[in-house]
């Protein structure tokens, strides 16, 4: 994590949050809503209807000028030069040994315009790594917009109906997976991308701070559910999608994170496999917890959660790659659990 010292970021909507209710807890140097009282409602929401989370601890990166895209080619892997204008991309920030150290998501916002979103304790390095991408003859600019603007996420099988009914009755109907497109909300412009970490349909929504209160009282309004960090992060979890904090940081390549084909990038090493965990029992094993298989070291645990949708406890885990056998078993501090197939759960439509 990359924050500065001891700093701690808060949203620019803390104070609306706190007034609907939030708990919040502090993550990647951000202080975020955990829950607004029931996370159990919040995850069901979610997967039955839709939910509205706050994502704004998360690097939003303007990259503009006619060598953007090479600026972009220098910092993340990928075929981003495919990036069509109104379209989106995942990529990764590899290091010089081809370890991953930022998960993005870049929108061609324009011809020359593109914006980057990052991890939240990935922001500084990754500003950073753009800026020492650009030339001296290039005609390139970087502009953090991180603290400028939020990020709305509303997801959920509900979140395209939501947006027609409370929103514009423009987006869903043209809007596809990994595009984007600019709309007007209460006469500000906003931008929307079709996109969620959740396992679900979603939305991601760019706007200045203004806009989003308006979002959030107009889902107040609708008696819809806002959802802290324990119900998107289950969620994450239940759907295998990784995050940076706390899945891949300490070293791991494309294909140790099972992003290489995803993202159609080179594998690089191949140590590790970060592999899908069944828990016994109610226990969810701590980041960092040792793995043990057959009484020798075998790897160590990274997300775990309480599934109230499965019933059960999960998480993913860095496996000796020779070793991550879906039904192998092993042990993590004490508590048994068991390899499985990915994902945990795939909304089947």
Same mark, same amino acid.
């Given at each position: 994590?990359?924050?500065?010292?001891? =700093?701690?970021?808060?949203?620019?909507?803390?104070?609306?949050? &706190?007034?609907?209710?939030?708990?919040?807890?502090?993550?990647? $140097?951000?202080?975020?809503?955990?829950?607004?009282?029931?996370?159990?409602? +919040?995850?069901?929401?979610?997967?039955?209807?839709?939910?509205?989370?706050? &994502?704004? !601890? $998360?690097?939003?990166?303007?990259?503009?000028?006619?060598?953007?895209?090479?600026?972009?080619?220098?910092?993340?892997?990928?075929?981003? /030069?495919?990036?069509?204008?109104?379209?989106?991309?995942?990529?990764?920030?590899?290091?010089?040994?081809?370890?991953?150290?930022?998960?993005?998501?870049? @929108?061609?916002?324009?011809?020359?315009?593109?914006?980057?979103?990052?991890?939240?304790?990935?922001?500084?390095?990754?500003?950073?790594?753009?800026?020492?991408?650009?030339? %001296?003859?290039?005609?390139?600019?970087?502009?953090?917009?991180? /603290?400028?603007?939020?990020?709305?996420?509303?997801?959920?099988?509900?979140? *395209? #109906?939501?947006?027609?009914?409370?929103?514009?009755?423009?987006?869903? !109907?043209?809007?596809?997976?990994?595009?984007?497109?600019?709309? /007007?909300?209460? *006469?500000?412009?906003?931008?929307?991308?079709?996109?969620?970490?959740? *396992? +679900?349909?979603?939305?991601?929504?760019? #706007?200045?701070?203004? =806009?989003?209160?308006?979002?959030?009282?107009?889902?107040?309004?609708? *008696?819809?559910?806002?959802?802290?960090?324990?119900?998107? /992060?289950?969620? &994450? =979890?239940?759907?295998?999608?990784?995050?940076?904090?706390?899945?891949?940081?300490?070293?791991?390549?494309?294909?140790?994170?099972?992003?290489? $084909?995803?993202?159609?990038?080179?594998?690089?090493?191949?140590?590790?496999?970060?592999?899908?965990?069944?828990?016994?029992?109610?226990?969810? %094993?701590?980041?960092? @917890?040792?793995?043990?298989?057959?009484?020798?070291?075998?790897?160590?645990?990274?997300?775990? =959660?309480?599934?109230?949708?499965?019933?059960?406890?999960?998480?993913?885990?860095?496996?000796? #790659?020779?070793?991550?056998?879906?039904?192998?078993?092993?042990?993590?501090? $004490?508590?048994?659990?068991?390899?499985?197939?990915?994902?945990?759960?795939?909304?089947?439509?």
């Amino acid at each position: 994590m990359t924050t500065p010292g001891d =700093v701690v970021y808060h949203l620019a909507l803390r104070d609306v949050h &706190r007034e609907m209710g939030a708990t919040f807890g502090l993550a990647s $140097g951000w202080s975020t809503p955990i829950h607004y009282g029931d996370w159990q409602a +919040e995850h069901r929401a979610l997967r039955s209807d839709v939910a509205i989370t706050d &994502r704004s !601890a $998360g690097s939003r990166t303007m990259v503009t000028g006619t060598d953007a895209l090479d600026t972009l080619r220098a910092t993340f892997a990928g075929h981003l /030069e495919e990036i069509e204008e109104g379209r989106s991309m995942r990529s990764v920030r590899l290091d010089a040994h081809g370890m991953i150290r930022d998960v993005v998501l870049v @929108t061609r916002t324009g011809g020359i315009a593109y914006l980057v979103i990052g991890e939240p304790g990935q922001r500084t390095e990754t500003v950073a790594a753009l800026k020492r991408a650009i030339q %001296p003859d290039f005609d390139a600019r970087v502009e953090d917009r991180t /603290e400028s603007t939020c990020l709305v996420a509303i997801a959920g099988p509900g979140a *395209g #109906t939501f947006i027609q009914e409370h929103l514009t009755d423009a987006l869903p !109907a043209r809007l596809q997976t990994l595009q984007a497109v600019t709309f /007007e909300f209460h *006469g500000f412009r906003a931008l929307a991308i079709r996109a969620s970490n959740s *396992g +679900e349909d979603g939305f991601e929504l760019m #706007t200045a701070p203004a =806009v989003a209160q308006h979002l959030l009282e107009t889902v107040r309004a609708a *008696g819809k559910q806002m959802a802290g960090t324990m119900a998107w /992060e289950t969620a &994450r =979890v239940e759907s295998c999608i990784p995050a940076y904090e706390p899945d891949l940081g300490g070293g791991l390549s494309p294909g140790e994170a099972d992003l290489d $084909g995803l993202l159609d990038i080179n594998a690089g090493r191949s140590r590790w496999l970060l592999s899908a965990v069944l828990f016994d029992g109610d226990a969810a %094993p701590a980041p960092g @917890t040792p793995i043990v298989i057959e009484g020798a070291a075998a790897g160590e645990t990274r997300s775990a =959660v309480r599934s109230p949708l499965l019933g059960a406890s999960i998480g993913l885990a860095i496996v000796q #790659t020779s070793l991550a056998t879906p039904g192998t078993r092993l042990d993590a501090g $004490g508590v048994g659990a068991t390899i499985t197939a990915k994902p945990f759960y795939r909304r089947r439509s």
